[in-house]
């Protein structure tokens, strides 16, 4: 039995962009205006008891970023759309990265005011790598913003792929007068607050030249000439071009005011891809075999690129978010760890809606829904209803940053042992156990996630702990042809050696000439700047 037709109505897309951008906001307003939820609480607004639905951890709240990413189910024109919100700070690109890993597409927020901003180019390189779909929305038109020929040519330098304007606006700043729709050829008028809904706005055919020119004048006009030349140097849309991650459909509006948003949640629908095919390992004979794993294929198979640790304070739970590849998921089914081989029994299944949940009666590929578990769940474990498959793909990156653990009163040392385990199988941080004892280390690629770990150590494990400096610059992967060669070498290192929350050996090291002399030293070592879930490593050496 096949699930085409259940596969097909999913689309399952992550939020990119720079911090401030307006991420969560459109985050919000996505979900309003799909009947999510009823309330968007402004993520501005810290000091009342609203905040963003998708912010959750007691930080966000406090910072008003976010710093978990979070996962949203809704339905949308019989389409179920799962978004996941990324954390936006540059401190936490891995925990966006490894998302981008369980997303068919990307919606990619940029401020018109600043156009393509730092972050926001470290994960479109994700995006690129993958051939992800990319649908562009330029926010904040409402503001004093730049020119929008500027901004789609910025985003083609950028993206390295041309832009086809789905949208374009009339007007920007305190004459901002909308938003021109070529797909329905009308022109939505913009009117500002944050509770209008989109049947709300006034929508004028483009046939009707003469009263928008009158209404609008020299805006109007502005922006029909740009607009000739925006759409007369882009290509035509071309949907193979799109899905292949080589073109990107783009849209202007304000998230804030509610304003052009429903036409990027028209364009999720119609344009954005349906679950694709994942590659897997099958394992025959202990030999590892690629296959294509389809998602209309009748056999469960999901991985886990997010484990999330005391959502519910109350429970001391641990959630493991699985991305389904295939199959159908129905309460109590048999479920198998690939990379143990044990029976998973989670004691309840969820979908999301931020920290609401609730029980999932049914899910299919493209759907996230989440094992509440206690343990024994890993970052990229892949999970079955029985065949033996590895799906590949979650790194884990090399640390740049290193501080070491104290902890002021030593009768917590089996909570902080307890949390950092926890927060290490999470992915939050690295955890790094020192072979030869003394105390652990924490590895981070950001300083924002020491500041998290000690106020979650805190907040959730009664840990008070201090974080102090150590010799520490980096560290790399290991491993060896044989297991003489790797004896040899860890005889030779002794207080460089430790294991990280999966157990993989690591080299630490106090300079990039550590590495260099080390490799000389023993040339069949490899060193790996980045490593694949359960020890498995993978990456250039060096």
């Not at 609401?356 to 759907?367: H, K």
């Not at 094992?371 to 970052?379: C, S």
């Not at 199988?425 to 998290?452: D, S, W």
């Not at 044989?482 to 690591?506: I, K, V």
Request: proline letters at 5%; aromatic letters at 8%; hydrophobic letters at 40%.
């Amino acid at each position: 039995m096949t699930y085409a037709l259940e596969t097909r109505r999913r689309r399952t897309f992550a939020i990119i962009s720079h911090p401030d951008a307006g991420k969560t906001t459109l985050t919000e307003k996505l979900l309003l205006f799909s009947g999510a939820i009823q309330i968007a609480g402004s993520v501005k607004a810290r000091k009342a008891s609203r905040h963003a639905t998708s912010d959750w951890m007691e930080i966000e709240k406090q910072r008003g970023i976010s710093v978990a990413s979070s996962v949203m189910q809704m339905l949308y024109r019989d389409h179920v759309i799962n978004l996941l919100d990324t954390p936006g700070h540059k401190d936490f690109s891995e925990d966006t990265y490894r998302v981008l890993t369980a997303v068919d597409s990307a919606l990619m927020v940029i401020d018109a005011a600043n156009g393509v901003e730092a972050q926001t180019r470290r994960l479109i390189e994700v995006c690129r790598q993958r051939d992800t779909p990319i649908i562009t929305f330029v926010n904040k038109m409402d503001r004093e913003v730049r020119d929008p020929l500027d901004i789609l040519d910025e985003v083609e330098r950028e993206l390295g792929m041309p832009c086809v304007p789905m949208t374009w606006p009339v007007g920007q700043g305190k004459s901002f007068g909308g938003i021109i729709n070529l797909r329905t050829q009308a022109m939505t008028v913009f009117d500002s607050g944050s509770e209008r809904l989109p049947q709300d706005f006034e929508t004028i055919p483009l046939t009707e030249q003469a009263q928008l020119a009158e209404r609008f004048g020299l805006e109007w006009q502005t922006a029909m000439d740009s607009m000739e030349l925006a759409t007369g140097a882009s290509p035509a849309f071309d949907e193979a071009a799109f899905l292949a991650g080589k073109q990107t459909p783009v849209f202007f509006g304000s998230g804030v005011n509610n304003f052009g948003v429903m036409e990027v949640l028209d364009a999720l629908v119609d344009l954005a891809p349906a679950p694709r095919p994942r590659t897997s390992n099958l394992l025959v004979n202990k030999q590892p075999v690629v296959k294509e794993i389809q998602p209309e294929d009748s056999a469960f198979s999901g991985v886990v690129f997010k484990v999330q640790a005391n959502m519910d304070a109350n429970h001391r739970d641990r959630i493991a978010f699985v991305r389904m590849a295939s199959g159908k998921y129905t309460p109590g089914m048999k479920l198998k760890v690939q990379r143990t081989a044990k029976e998973l029994r989670p004691t309840s299944v969820v979908t999301f809606l931020s920290q609401r949940r609730e029980a999932v009666d049914e899910a299919y590929a493209g759907d996230i829904i989440g094992f509440t578990t206690h343990g024994g769940v890993q970052l990229g474990d892949t999970i079955t209803d029985g065949a033996n498959l590895q799906f590949t793909g979650l790194p884990f990156f090399a640390p740049e940053l290193f501080m070491t653990v104290i902890l002021k009163n030593p009768l917590r040392t089996k909570q902080l042992q307890t949390g950092l385990d926890q927060l290490g199988e999470e992915g939050a941080i690295q955890v790094f156990k020192p072979e030869i004892g003394g105390p652990m280390l924490l590895g981070a690629v950001g300083q924002l996630q020491f500041e998290v770990v000690q106020h979650r150590l805190k907040a959730e494990y009664d840990c008070d702990v201090r974080l102090e400096g150590c010799q520490y610059t980096g560290a790399r992967w290991i491993t060896a042809d044989t297991p003489a060669e790797l004896r040899e070498f860890t005889n030779a290192y002794p207080q460089r050696m430790s294991l990280d929350a999966a157990g993989t050996l690591a080299y630490l090291c106090t300079s990039p000439y550590d590495v260099r002399l080390a490799q000389e030293r023993f040339p069949k070592i490899h060193f790996h700047p980045l490593r694949e879930h359960a020890g498995l490593a993978l990456g250039s050496a060096g």
